[in-house]
Each structure stands twice: as C-alpha cells, then as structure tokens.
C-alpha cells in the first residue's frame, strides 16, 4: 500500500522528536500502522536549518499554508505551538479534508469547540495525545480503556517545568530562577515560559481532561488558576516539616453541584504517589467508580516522550484513515450530541483541606481568638503547630479538615483584621488522594 502522507508544521523540540522517531522506527511503525508513514512537506521560519535535518529528499517551506492545501497530503501535524495562526492553519487542513495531529493544548483550550466541531462537520480526525502530559498515553487511558467508567475525579501532576522546578529547589536547592533556566534548556517550557509557572500550561491540559472525563464542552476561562510564582521556600520548608510536598496539581472532580477544576500549588503527604513524582516526570490519577483509582506516569514533556504522543496518534489516525467518520472514537470521548451542560463550580465552593501560616504577636489569647474565627466559619482544626520567632512573635501554621473555600475566606479575613496579626495569611490548599 502507498505510504500515508504527512504534513510536519515545526521542527522544533517536538516536531524534531517527531522526525526522529518516525525515521528511526519507521519498519515498526509501518507494521503496526498497516502502512508506511512519511513526511512529505515540512514548514518551518528558517529553511537552512531545517534541510540541515530532514535532507534534500523533503519539501521545505516558510509558508505553512502551502502545506495545509497540498492536495498530496493526508494528514497535518501541527507542532509549531501558539494559538492564531495554529488555529488558522488548523481550520484551513480542517476545510482541505486533512487529518489533523497535534500538541497544541493551549490552542485547543481556547478553541477546541470550533475546532471540534468543523473537524466533525468535515468528518476528518482530530488527534492530541501529545497536548496532555507528553510521552504519557492519557488520553487514550480516559478515551477508550475507562468508558465504562464513571469517572469521579482526575488528579496530577501535568506540567514539566514546574514540577522539575519544585524538585530542583527542594533536593538540589536551586533559586527559582536557576531552575526555570535549566527547564528551558531541556525544552521542558513553553516559548513563553510564564504560561507554565503561571498554571496556565497545566489547566489548558486540565480542561481537556475534564472535558474527556465528564463529557463536558471544552472551558477553560471557567478554571480557576494559580502558579507557583507566589510560593516562599518558607512554604516549601514548613511543608517538608509538617512531612508534606508542595506540587502543583490539576484537580477535576465531579460534586453534586457541578465540576471543580482547578490548578494550585497543593501539599500532599510526603509518602503519597504524586509527592515523589519528580523532576519533569508527570502523573495522573483517575479514579472510576467500576475500576477504582489507576496512576498513569511518565515524563511530561522533552523532545522525544512527546514524540512518542505524536506518533502514536499518526499511528491511530493512519488505521482509521478510512473508516467511516461515525464509527471512530469520539474527540472528547463522548458523541458530540451527548455532551452535559454541567456547570464548573466556582473556586468559593471548591472543597479542600488548608494550610494556613501566619505571623502573629506571642501573648495570651492569640491561639484562642484565631481557634474561634475558624470554628464560627465551621472550620475544623486538624493540627498546629507553633514555631517562636525574632522580636516576640510566634509563626503559627494551621492544617485544617476539609472545608469550603469560601469559609475558609470568611476565616481569614476575620483573622487578619485582629490586632495581633504580623503578617497576612498564607493559604495553600492540601489534597490526599
Ligand atoms: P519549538 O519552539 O521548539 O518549535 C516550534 C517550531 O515551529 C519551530 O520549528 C519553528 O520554526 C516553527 N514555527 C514557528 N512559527 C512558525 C511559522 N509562522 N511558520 C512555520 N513554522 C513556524 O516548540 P516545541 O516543539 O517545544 O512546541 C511545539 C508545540 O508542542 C507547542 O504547542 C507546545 O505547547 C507543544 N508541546 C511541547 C512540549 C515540549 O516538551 N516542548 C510537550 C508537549 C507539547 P523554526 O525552527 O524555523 O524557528
Ligand atoms: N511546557 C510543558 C510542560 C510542555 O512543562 O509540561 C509539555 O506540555
């Protein structure tokens, strides 16, 4: 049979992955696959340095649209990354019958819906097993090896750089900065690296997840967001004391109410899974009503794991290149006319356990008036501890029960408006799966 055609837009970090892998395990692939693979046309900004990779046998252009309207092609990857002109190139393979491949989360949590639904009017494949904790084969896990399942909750850690950057400061004791450094010359970051340290990164993969899980419309400004930016190496230290990790998770979870989804800087239990999940690895947790939980590991990010994605995807798109469009696997993983108007909660009534650090001065009645404000916001105290500092005050961290957020808001606001307060409240929130 006549080798499929592809499409390669990039040929950066993972589209040079992608060559490599393809070349390398062409014979395998080709078996699995029913048919060779071969990228026939690649578009990059600078020419010369991609014919110094590919050779003289591949057509190379600076304008990806050529490649999206050659009639030769079958299939598009898209790994050049950012979101207007992806999406634009996207829409236009979409409209010229293409199979689509890529690794653009951030595009498909802003525009996934168009995307979807022009890809299902057209009856061509969308694929993103890259787009979601990289060399790991999630999608695919909640897609099609849990639809039996109803799924009660996805937890894990989906973003590289910012878990090789906890790990980094906490073993190896770097500064912030020096580890951003080094995740970006391992290719771990995004072009603009704030995305990831911001949470951005992590909760354009979560919503996609969710979507997948729940069977929900893609709805990213709906998730609530925090990066680790703003965390102290006095929280990392504390966390560690109190024999806690602090990770930044995604969090999706079905409530009576509706779907929390979330990410943040979370402390888990030092033993547990997710806390030994280091330098740029990525986990996920799924837990199913029929199958329980199940942990899916490996690493998040880098040239050749997210590779492993792309290809598989090529591999899958290729053996259902002619099937008929209605008996593929759905792109969310549910059929499109049977997505739920769920509601995302807001984060005021998202449910969690706290760790709340404060500074405050050391005399009579402090631990009492602070005990009291939580427990008028119903608010169970867990443990405490309380650590003597420099000019008379007391460091007080508080681990607390699960308790809704905005309870805890009403808490915190009470207590620092008391006269005792040195410092304002730090507020992590802590998980255990
Ligand atoms: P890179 O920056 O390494 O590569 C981008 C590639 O796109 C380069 O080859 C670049 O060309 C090309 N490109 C950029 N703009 C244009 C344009 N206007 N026309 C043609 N080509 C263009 O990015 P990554 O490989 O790291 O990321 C690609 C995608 O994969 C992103 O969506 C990212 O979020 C996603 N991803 C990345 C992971 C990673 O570990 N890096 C993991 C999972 C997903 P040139 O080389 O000439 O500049
Ligand atoms: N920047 C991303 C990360 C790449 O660090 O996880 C993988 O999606």
């Known amino acids: 049979m006549e080798p499929i055609k592809v499409g390669l837009l990039g040929l950066g970090v993972v589209g040079g992955g992608t060559w490599n892998v393809l070349r390398r395990n062409a014979e395998e692939i080709g078996r699995r696959a029913g048919r060779q693979i071969e990228i026939v046309r690649v578009a990059v900004r600078d020419v010369a340095k991609a014919r110094a990779k590919v050779g ?12 999206v309207r050659d009639p030769q092609i079958d299939i598009v990857v898209e790994l050049i990354g950012g979101v207007t002109l992806a999406r634009e190139l996207l829409l236009e393979a979409i409209a010229h019958g293409k199979h689509v491949v890529t690794a653009n989360k951030a595009l498909l949590a802003m525009h996934g819906t168009e995307i979807f639904e022009a890809a299902s009017r057209k009856g061509v494949m969308i694929t993103f097993e890259a787009a979601v904790a990289g060399g790991i084969p999630i999608i695919k896990a909640i897609r099609e090896g849990l639809t039996a399942n109803r799924i009660e909750w996805v937890a894990g850690i989906i973003n590289g750089t910012t878990n090789y950057i906890l790990s980094e400061m906490r073993t190896n004791k770097l500064t912030f900065a020096q580890a951003l450094q080094q995740a970006q010359q391992l290719g771990y970051a ?28 893609v709805q990213f400004s709906k998730a609530y967001i925090e990066g ?29 109410q509706g779907i929390e989804l979330r990410v943040h800087p979370t402390l888990v239990p030092a033993n547990s899974i997710l806390a030994n999940v280091e330098d740029a690895m990525n986990a996920v947790l799924v837990n199913g009503d029929a199958v329980g939980q199940t942990l899916y590991y490996g690493k998040g990010a880098g040239e050749e794991p997210t590779a492993s994605a792309v290809v598989a995807d090529l591999i899958d798109v290729t053996r259902l290149h002619t099937a008929d469009p209605g008996q593929r696997v759905p792109h969310l993983a549910f059929q499109p006319d049977a997505m739920a108007d769920i509601p995302i909660l807001p984060i005021d009534e998202v449910v969690s356990s706290y760790y709340l650090r404060m500074m405050v001065d050391d005399v009579p009645g402090v631990l009492a008036d602070i005990a009291r404000e939580l427990s008028n916001a119903g608010i169970s105290i867990g443990s405490m501890i309380q650590q003597p500092s420099e000019q008379g005050y007391a460091r007080l961290v508080f681990l607390t029960h699960s308790a809704q957020e905005q309870a805890v808001n009403r808490a915190i606001a009470s207590i620092e408006s008391m006269p005792f307060m040195r410092s304002q409240v730090t507020r992590l929130r802590v998980e255990e799966f």
């Open 56 to 67: 003289a046998d591949v057509q190379i252009t600076d304008d990806a649209f050529e490649v």
């Open 190 to 217: 995004e072009a603009d690296p704030t995305a990831d340290i911001q949470g951005i990164d992590a909760a354009q993969k979560l919503t996609l997840l969710a979507s997948m899980a729940f069977g929900i419309p």
């Open 228 to 256: 680790i930016t703003q965390l102290s190496d006095e929280d990392l230290e504390t966390a560690q004391y109190l024999g806690y990790r602090i990770k930044l998770l995604g969090i999706t979870r079905r409530r009576a």
